[in-house]
C-alpha cells in the first residue's frame, strides 16, 4: 500500500510561482509513475504532468497542453519524492493538485491505483 502526501499549495497572485511536493511512503517509490492531476470546483479531475519511473536513470515527462512550458515535474527517488514546478501561473490555475501513484500510469485518473489528498492551489488575479 502507498501513501502519498502532498504539500506546497497555497494563494498566489498571477504570474507568481509555486512548488508542490508529494511524499511517498509504503511502496516501491521507484518503480512507479508518478502524476499531477487538478480539479477546480465544478470540473473533473484532469491530468496535469507525469513522470515515469526507470530502471536506467532516464524519466519520461508529458504535460497537458495547457501547463506545457510553464510546469515541471521532476522526482528524486532518494527521497521517495515527486516536485511539481508551476510558474507564471495562471486564474485558470486554481484547483485542488493531487499526486498518483501506480506501476503502469499514464493521462486517465483511472490508470492511478494510489492518491494524496490534495492540496489547494489559488491563484488571484
Known amino acids: 500500500q502507498v501513501q502519498l502526501v502532498e504539500s506546497g499549495g497555497g494563494l498566489v497572485q498571477a504570474g507568481g510561482s509555486l512548488r508542490l511536493s508529494c511524499a511517498a511512503s509504503?511502496?516501491?517509490?521507484?518503480?512507479?509513475?508518478m502524476g499531477w492531476f487538478r480539479q477546480a470546483p465544478g470540473k473533473e479531475r484532469e491530468f496535469v504532468a507525469r513522470?515515469?519511473?526507470?530502471?536506467?536513470?532516464?524519466?519520461?515527462?508529458d504535460y497537458a497542453d495547457s501547463v506545457k512550458g510553464r510546469f515541471t515535474i521532476s522526482r528524486d527517488n532518494s527521497k521517495n519524492t515527486v516536485y511539481l514546478q508551476m510558474n507564471s501561473l495562471k486564474p485558470e490555475d486554481t484547483a485542488v493538485y493531487y499526486c498518483a501513484a501506480d506501476p503502469r500510469g499514464g493521462f486517465g485518473r483511472l490508470e492511478y491505483t494510489y492518491w494524496g489528498q490534495g492540496t489547494q492551489v489559488t491563484v488571484s488575479s
Open positions: 513522470v515515469t519511473w526507470s530502471a536506467y536513470s532516464t524519466y519520461y515527462t
Open positions: 509504503g511502496g516501491t517509490f521507484s518503480s512507479l509513475n
